[in-house]
């Protein structure tokens, strides 16, 4: 059974900075792309950010071009995504997200497989 285990969450200043991990497990990853979501409090899951296998290309969501930064390291099937000059308004849980016939999307219902999501608060 596929298994996404997200870490890295937790409080910070505003301006500051975190990495969270995101740990695939109990499938064949090869061709598939990772993505990055966020939900804040009231609001609905967004794209932030996304890589396919081979990691040639990322994507990311408007608001957070210049400060996050996501990479994986296929040979442990992990992850990460780097934010910088983090702000209030990244306050959110992170989610990510498999998808195995590749492809970087921004809809979640392109995904087949979510961690349970990590939260992050950056207070003022």
């Known amino acids: 059974q596929v298994q996404l285990v997200e870490s890295g969450g937790g409080l910070v200043q505003a301006g500051g900075s975190l990495r969270l991990s995101c740990a695939a497990s109990g499938g064949t990853f090869s061709s598939t792309s990772m993505s990055w979501f966020r939900q804040g409090p009231g609001k609905d899951r967004k794209f932030v950010a996304g890589i396919p296998w081979s990691g040639d290309t990322t994507h990311y969501a408007d608001f957070v071009k210049g400060r996050f930064t996501i990479s994986r390291d296929n040979a442990k099937n992990t992850v990460y995504l780097q934010m910088t000059n983090l702000k209030p308004e990244d306050t959110a849980g992170y989610y990510c997200?498999?998808?195995?016939?590749?492809?970087?999307?921004?809809?979640?219902?392109?995904?087949?497989?979510w961690g349970q999501g990590t939260q992050v608060t950056v207070s003022s």
């Open positions: 997200a498999a998808r195995f016939s590749g492809g970087v999307y921004t809809l979640q219902s392109q995904y087949d497989y």
